[in-house]
């Protein structure tokens, strides 16, 4: 079953079909094509066989920055800031969620492109200001921020504050008033669906650890406690469904519930918050299987959902805001792979093993996820091979692409690309087995630089003072 994101119509359900991809189970017409939607965008074949991307041969890029490396698209990504921020216009924000990807570069892009930034850590917040985002158009999340984070961020001024908990309301009024600022907060509810997504990254539903349940009545309690606080500016309610999410029907529920917080709000208090935040979590093409939605209409459907319920409750529009990062910078990099050993077990499939593995892309182990791979070397006129792409760590399960057709002349070697591999690879990567981290290439217009550069053991050992 293909995972397809167009906006679907009202739906009454709390529970959201599943909607996972089968995979490709037969081999593609062309082994040599590139499907655009895959793929970031100047990502091209050349007529010769190799592929290039911003103007350069990945062979290129191979042998002057090494494998594994992640080859981030800057046009790309530039471009789907802006397409984000063009759809959502002037009367909503656009927080890009650097979990997926942070570093100082991708911070000034967001800068230039007009986006806002969303941290959930000391670590995003220190990477953000340190590269000049301005604090207001920071916001702070977390489900356990620690005291050291909130100071930080009160400190610096961050626009808004995401809280998580009943502790965190405390903590935060503390930290303001003893700062002397009006900290800007928003409350963070769980809204109850059951959105469509591996459930590792679905996040609404009631038994988990993010935010406050609207139906056992703590989201309205923590409004309660929030306005009793002189240091907190309460401005909004947020809510983020989970991740790869394609259905718009789980958006449809919570918007509707957070509009329901919000007319409980003005009937109990007599205020109007003026923000709904619905988060991220917008689903992208890893396979030619999937059908990910623009932000052209992922921005129309929001806004006619929230326009929808807020004209049923009689309740002014509030100001919009979302935070995707998966739909901004996960189709914008690929992952560029040598090919070391190749194993054919007869009648079943062949094993290649590539140069990086789960340290620099556990979401294959983790969530199971799907992934396309291609020859990017040359182009082949071998027939299709049945593969899987295995790393080099100690275990089985460290599979990057669990079935793929790839042509069945490849060698060690050959180069391999993986395509969508900007969001939550390089952030989620590990040292296991004391793999050092892939480079960030970043390349535009012909020029490729090294935005986030390759461990070295040197910087292993300097951690290791035993
Ligand atoms: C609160 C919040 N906002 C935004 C995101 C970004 O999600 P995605 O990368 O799926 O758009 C996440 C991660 O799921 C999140 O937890
Ligand atoms: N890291 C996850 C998604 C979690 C997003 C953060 N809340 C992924 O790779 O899909």
Redesign the pocket.
Same mark, same amino acid.
């Given at each position: 079953m293909s995972r397809s994101a167009h906006p679907a119509g009202p739906r009454h359900a709390d529970v959201l079909p599943e909607g996972r991809s089968a995979g490709s189970t037969a081999p593609p017409a062309d082994l040599n094509a590139l499907d655009p939607r895959v793929w970031a965008q100047t990502v091209r074949r050349t007529p010769e066989g190799a592929v290039t991307v911003g103007g350069i041969d990945v062979r290129k890029l191979a042998h002057e920055f090494g494998t594994p490396a992640y080859v981030l698209d800057e046009t790309d990504f530039r471009a789907r800031c802006r397409a984000w921020r063009d759809a959502f216009g002037a009367d909503a924000d656009v927080f890009y969620?650097g979990?997926?990807f942070l570093c100082r570069a991708v911070v000034r892009w967001l800068h230039e492109e007009g986006l806002n930034l969303d941290v %959930?850590s000391g670590g995003e917040l220190a990477t953000a200001l340190g590269a000049g985002m301005p604090a207001e158009r920071i916001a702070l999340h977390g489900n356990n921020k620690s005291q050291d984070e909130i100071e930080r961020a009160v400190g610096a001024g961050v626009g808004r504050i995401v809280l998580d908990s009943f502790q965190e309301i405390v903590r935060v009024a503390h930290t303001a008033a003893r700062l002397g600022v009006r900290q800007r907060v928003q409350l963070r509810v769980t809204v109850g669906v059951e959105a469509h997504?591996?459930e590792? =990254?679905a996040?609404a539903h009631e038994d988990q650890k993010?935010g406050l349940a609207l139906a056992e009545g703590q989201a309205a309690e923590a409004v309660r406690r929030v306005l009793q606080l002189d240091s907190l500016e309460l401005t909004g309610i947020h809510s983020?469904i989970?991740?790869?999410i394609f259905d718009m029907a789980g958006f449809e529920v919570s918007a509707r519930r957070v509009v329901g917080l919000l007319a409980e709000v003005r009937d109990e208090h007599g205020i109007e918050l003026p923000e709904i935040d619905l988060g991220?979590?917008l689903g992208i093409a890893y396979t030619s299987e999937d059908d990910p939605a623009e932000p052209h209409d992922i921005a129309k459907a929001l806004r006619d959902i929230v326009t929808r319920e807020c004209e049923g409750a009689a309740l002014a529009v509030p100001r919009l805001s979302v935070e995707p990062?998966?739909a901004i910078v996960g189709p914008t990099a690929f992952t560029l792979y040598e090919v070391g050993t190749l194993k054919e077990l007869e009648g079943l499939r062949t094993y290649v093993s590539v140069d990086g593995g789960m340290s620099d892309n =556990?979401?294959t182990a983790? /969530?199971d996820?799907e992934y396309s791979v291609a020859l990017v070397s040359r182009s082949s006129p071998a027939p299709p091979m049945l593969s899987r792409v295995v790393g080099k760590h100690c275990e089985s399960g460290d599979i990057v692409v669990r079935d793929a057709f790839l042509p069945a002349d490849l060698g060690p070697g050959d180069l391999l690309a993986v395509p969508a591999t900007g969001? /939550? %690879?390089r952030?989620?990567a590990s040292n296991y087995n004391h793999a050092l981290r892939p480079p960030v290439v970043a390349v535009r217009d012909g020029a490729a630089r090294v935005i986030v550069r390759r461990e070295t053991e040197e910087d292993l050992l300097r951690l290791d003072v035993g």
């Open positions: 969620a979990k997926a %959930c997504t591996h590792f =990254i996040t993010f983020h989970g991740s790869q991220g979590g990062g998966r =556990i979401r983790l /969530y996820a969001a /939550y %690879c952030s989620m």
